[in-house]
């Protein structure tokens, strides 16, 4: 099926956002999406399904950053796009 992911089209065999995950290889326990305009919490995953045409926003927080900020701050500060991560692992 055809979905948008953080504005591009991509195509993907998964059925359910929890498949997804693991078809993109993501951890997810650092990841946050919104499904069609909607922040689908991580325990709906497994449940919830993918359908051609979704639309859907993934961020995956990266730790690091400066010592005098605090971990949560640093974690969102240093939020990067799917697109940009899978480049990089390529």
């Known amino acids: 099926m055809n979905l948008t992911i953080n504005g591009e089209t991509q ?3 998964a059925e359910t956002l929890g498949a997804l ?9 650092r990841v946050a999406i919104e499904l069609n305009r909607e ?12 359908h051609d045409g979704d639309r859907l926003e993934i961020v995956h927080f990266v730790g690091g950053g ?3 900020v605090g971990a ?19």
């Open 11 to 13: 195509l993907s065999s």
């Open 21 to 29: 995950v693991t078809e993109l290889g993501m951890k997810s326990d």
């Open 39 to 50: 922040i689908v919490p991580r325990d709906q995953w497994p449940k919830t399904p993918l």
């Open 66 to 68: 400066s010592a005098h």
């Open 72 to 90: 949560t701050a640093s974690m969102l500060m240093n939020c990067r796009p799917v697109s940009e991560l899978s480049s990089r692992t390529k």
